[in-house]
């Protein structure tokens, strides 16, 4: 049993790096309501799952009214549930194998830009040598490291997904405070001019009147 320790090792080992998928989200943009499905294929797995809502179609739009989410399971029941949420991370245990949907509702009047991951934590080597007592305590740990590098991966993934927002709401933040001091400045002007013409043709009355 010991002799093959070594190379039962490696295998584990090596699938626990070829079970790794890298972490990606999609992007996309909603109106109203979309929804997407995430199948779950084994009982008892962790779903992790995060959004950021990155930025509206309009530039002076900074409302933080944020979205909706609404998880439920292969049987339609109610998993999860988030209302006016601009950004947010979550996890749960799927107590039942199936389809899982994810369904976001947006009640601004702007189309708001959503970046959205998805991920489930499972060790399937952990499955096939449960009974397995000699290889328990390894399993046990190459599958907390296996979650642990999946979390890395999804908080660098949200994280990379936070910067963006918060670079583009500086950016417009910026164009709108530039706009907002050349409409001031302009304002001023016109006070300006407006307050010499109007002196011009005060002093052009009073002229007029004392020449009579």
């Known amino acids: 049993m010991d002799s093959q320790a070594p190379g039962y090792m490696l295998t584990v080992v090596l699938g626990l790096f070829l079970s790794l998928h890298a972490v990606s989200g999609i992007r996309f943009m909603i109106d109203r309501e979309d929804c997407f499905s995430h199948d779950v294929q084994y009982e008892g797995d962790t779903v992790h799952a995060s959004f950021v809502v990155i930025k509206s179609d309009s530039s002076w739009h900074y409302s933080q009214e944020g979205v909706d989410l609404v998880v439920k399971g292969p049987s339609g029941e109610q998993i999860q549930d988030f209302h006016d949420k601009i950004s947010e991370k979550f996890e749960f245990v799927a107590h039942h194998k199936g389809v899982h949907r994810f369904c976001f509702t947006n009640k601004s009047p702007y189309h708001e830009t959503i970046d959205f991951d998805v ?3 499972h060790f399937t080597f952990y499955d096939q040598h449960a009974k397995d007592e ?10 907390k490291l296996e979650e642990a590098l999946y979390n890395i991966q999804f908080e660098q993934h949200w994280l990379e997904a936070e910067t963006e927002r918060q670079a583009i709401v500086n950016d417009a933040m910026s164009r ?3 706009h907002k001091a050349f409409f001031e400045s302009a304002a001023l002007i016109g006070a300006s001019v407006l307050q010499v013409y109007l002196l011009r043709r005060l002093f052009e009355r009073k002229l007029g009147i004392s020449r009579v």
């Open 176 to 178: 709108r405070a530039v």
């Open 134 to 143: 000699h290889f328990n305590p390894l399993l046990e740990q190459i599958g």
């Open 119 to 121: 991920h489930v934590g």
